[in-house]
């Protein structure tokens, strides 16, 4: 077992060697956190997650002192993910098409997007306002709040990301902002598609469904039809 873990140290113990077991109980929490808070969102308990997980919830909470730093783990992991699938598209895919739609593809498959920080998912209304800002990559927000050009990392019902730490977001904002800015200037994408639209796509376009195999045939179908609802139409 973990030796017990003092307040706030549930995050400098990443980098301490674990023992076989223990490091066996961390995968298994992590990878169940990732499977529950995947579909039931970051508000599941969790008791859901050492359920899943198959071992105590003593065991979750000797590793995780708070939900918090649970949520924060997962959420800063899945990010990362996204943000290297994106610089691999962006490196790698030459036609700015087919960057975006890679990224989307993969982004998808993997399900990362069910995981980002809930407050970068509280899409907000798109800005109405012409101008230069017009023309900037917008970020999702909190629908209560006033559209504007700025990721807002805003506090929510359930555990949430602290404002001071924005979980690796404005890494992955910039360069998926990068992919759209291509894809909008070749022509390819919708004029009016922001960045918030191609989060909200990765976010909502891999369904969970019991069955693997559909669910990858789903999520496929899915976002065939939102990719002809990105692309750009000639006039």
């Known amino acids: 077992m973990v030796g017990a873990a003092g307040g706030g140290r549930g995050e400098s113990s990443r980098s301490a060697p674990l023992r076989v077991d223990a490091q066996r109980n961390l995968e298994h929490v992590l990878r169940a ?5 995947g579909e039931l969102g970051y508000g599941a308990p969790m008791e859901d997650v050492a359920r899943r997980a198959r071992v105590g919830v003593g065991t979750v909470y000797r590793r995780f002192p708070s939900k918090d730093v649970l949520v924060r783990r997962i959420a ?3 990010t990362s993910r996204l943000t290297e699938q994106a610089r691999a598209a962006l490196g790698q895919e030459d036609e700015p098409w087919s960057a ?3 990224f989307l593809r993969t982004s998808v498959a993997s399900g990362a997007g069910r995981l980002l920080p809930p407050q970068v998912l509280r899409v907000g209304v798109a800005d109405e306002q012409g101008g230069a800002g017009a023309d900037e990559a917008r970020v999702p927000q909190q629908r209560s709040q006033p559209a504007s050009g700025e990721l807002r990392l805003v ?3 359930g555990p949430s990301v602290l404002p001071d730490d924005d979980t690796g977001a404005a890494a992955l904002l910039e360069v998926v902002g990068k992919l759209v800015d291509r894809a909008r200037a070749s022509g390819a994408l919708r004029p009016d598609v922001s960045v918030s639209d191609v989060l909200l796509v990765i976010a909502t376009a891999a369904p969970a469904l019991p069955d693997a195999a559909q669910q990858a045939a789903a999520s496929a179908r899915l976002l065939d039809i939102l990719l002809e609802g990105l ?3 000639p006039m």
Do not use: I
């Open 155 to 157: 506090q929510d019902s």
């Open 100 to 102: 975006l739609s890679r």
């Open 76 to 78: 800063e992991e899945e």
């Open 231 to 233: 692309r750009s139409r």
């Open 33 to 37: 956190a990732r499977e529950v808070f």
